[in-house]
């Protein structure tokens, strides 16, 4: 009895997991945790359309969702002003991230990321044998210019950006990305992630030209429409590179009610823009926060905020820990120098003031 | 702007849809349609426990879902007497196959399965670059012994056998399976697809120790339970193989609510109970309508009959268009001798009635 004759590719892959999930740490704890502010989640949560919606879809659960994602797909294209065949919905960016680098990348292949930056970018990369190239953060900013230099350097075919930045918060003009797509070298694409892109600026997203073949833009309804759970993503790019992805997708992988959720949620423009507005306010709140106890929150685009706790990593991972021990889930960068910050997800003031409270008595426990 | 440089395994591929949706096909007739009768699906619905667990979690859908599907996982294990190390959860049993064949197969590995089996099965095979072998179906039956053999010809490292069948609704005893373990050739796994199996009779599921590395089985709660459209199923397997979908796998790729609906639809026996009993009265209709025109219902163990129409796979598409133009969404086996036959999902007596009401119509215009 041999048993599976697994591929080389997987069995040179660890058995990693990219983020250890808070359930699975409140089950270790034995305590749940009082204020769930680590996953850049949006508690402010979906539109109650939107939970209408996938409480109706609920009894309909017996169907099977639309593999075209029809409705979702063409209400998307109104949307962006793009057609429909621009458009490619997926079981989150997660998801759709990991069809891109099936469809690109096979051993050896060349990848480029931002040393620290999405994990689960470069774990994929890895399950399909890539190879990955890192260039470092320049200040606290994802560095485009040098991205595509090394990208040039290594041959890669697919270079990935995330703008507003995960895990900093970070972010630049969308029209100094679209001025920057020149220097893309022949043969690679940019994957321009945009996930926390509707919580950012006016002219944060990248007017680029759909028909560009160059750049993929991935979009979710995790972040700024609050349903992570839900697992709806979108990439937006050219038809014939979309056409692509209905290669090797998994035609029936959407989940019904969540095709539903998402065309509510889309539809509530008025819930989006409350949302914005109770993000900023959170932000200001995690930043004063920061500021009552000496520490600096770097400005953010996003739900969360990198909060720079003034040392080293071992410094932020001990104010982590005391945080996590004291029932308040949040996470941290991973790689130096980033990872001198802790990262808070936005929230509602009840659990802002659960960190505040936790926050001090770490702080003065550390001395 | 030379773009995407697609692998040369993904520029080979088609971009193959596994099935056209009924949506897609009622947006292209311009009506919707009277009976859903062809998708397999359970018409008769979840657990109204289940329906009220994922109504209950959408206003918690912005929360991400825990990765390790941990409440489902330990309640699937208690339920089949394994341990938790035993089971995988995905995105219902396509997502998982996708996962088993990238597991396993790389470009030229030999595959083997049955000619007009599971098409979805196939499209991951070819996704990943793997050689299908096919046998023909004995009678109306996978034909186990001959997979085997097959597979030992052409030293395939994975072989795909379900039961109960789709398209045919035909089963074997789980007991006759475990006899023939033993012809399983060195380095080649069994998936053995037991997708309708809560829909069988007793004996139908095949005991397999589950520490047989030989061995993977699937199941989902897309038929007994009535969730096609939720997308949760669930491996079966020797702790070390299923250990391994770890390292490719969607760690935050399921939906929360769908997690909780799954959950409380394993823990209400009662309506599975109820469920069994309403397919096994609707295959006793659909029996009885075919033979009022003189056409001969197969024997089934799922919630779908085929019915042998007596001609051959072009008289049987014109009954199927026929029933498709009057209102009632059926699809029929792709491969000869298997497509004389249409294929019925089990249903309440309306929709029967609908479908009964059509096909006489179909069966009188045809002459």
Not at 153 to 176: H, I, Q, R, T
Not at 191 to 197: F, K, N, P, T
Request: with cysteine; net charge negative.
């Amino acid at each position: 009895m041999t048993g599976p004759r697994f591929t080389k590719l997987a069995q040179s892959l660890p058995a990693t997991v990219p983020f250890v999930g808070p359930e699975a740490q409140e089950r270790n704890m034995g305590r749940a945790f009082d204020a769930r502010l680590g996953a850049n989640e949006n508690i402010f949560g979906p539109s109650p359309k939107a939970i209408a919606a996938m409480q109706s879809a609920a009894s309909d659960i017996w169907m099977y969702g639309d593999p075209e994602s029809h409705d979702l797909r063409h209400a998307l294209a109104d949307f962006h002003a793009v057609a429909p065949e621009n458009i490619v919905v997926g079981e989150g960016i997660d998801g759709l991230l990991g069809y891109l680098v099936r469809l690109l990348i096979e051993t050896g292949d060349s990848v480029v990321t931002s040393l620290g930056a999405y994990p689960t970018f470069n774990y994929h990369v890895a399950g399909f044998g890539g190879a990955l190239h890192t260039v470092p953060y320049h200040g606290d900013s994802e560095d485009l210019p040098a991205l595509l230099s090394k990208a040039a350097e290594v041959d890669a075919k697919l270079v990935y950006f995330a703008n507003p930045d995960n895990p900093m918060g970070s972010w630049c003009k969308g029209a100094d990305i679209v001025a920057q797509l020149d220097a893309i070298p022949e043969g690679c694409v940019l994957v321009l992630d945009e996930a926390y892109v509707e919580l950012a600026p006016e002219g944060t997203a990248a007017p680029v030209s759909i028909d560009d073949p160059r750049v993929i833009r991935m979009r979710t309804f995790s972040k700024g429409y609050g349903m992570a759970g839900a697992r709806v993503g979108y990439a937006l790019g050219q038809a014939d590179f979309i056409r692509a992805f209905e290669k090797i997708r998994n035609h029936f992988g959407m989940n019904r009610a969540a095709q539903a959720g998402a065309l509510a949620a889309l539809q509530d423009a008025n819930w989006l823009q409350e949302t914005r507005a109770k993000v900023a306010a959170a932000r200001d709140t995690i930043t004063d926060i920061a500021a009552k106890y000496g520490l600096t929150a770097l400005h953010s685009a996003t739900n969360f905020v990198a909060i720079d706790c003034g040392r080293d990593g071992a410094y932020a991972k001990a104010i982590l820990d005391g945080l996590v021990a004291r029932g308040v889930f949040v996470r941290m960068p991973f790689v130096a120098p980033q990872n001198r910050c802790i990262r808070i997800s936005c929230g509602p003031e009840h659990e802002l003031a659960l960190f505040d409270a936790a926050l001090e008595e770490v702080l003065a426990e550390l001395g």
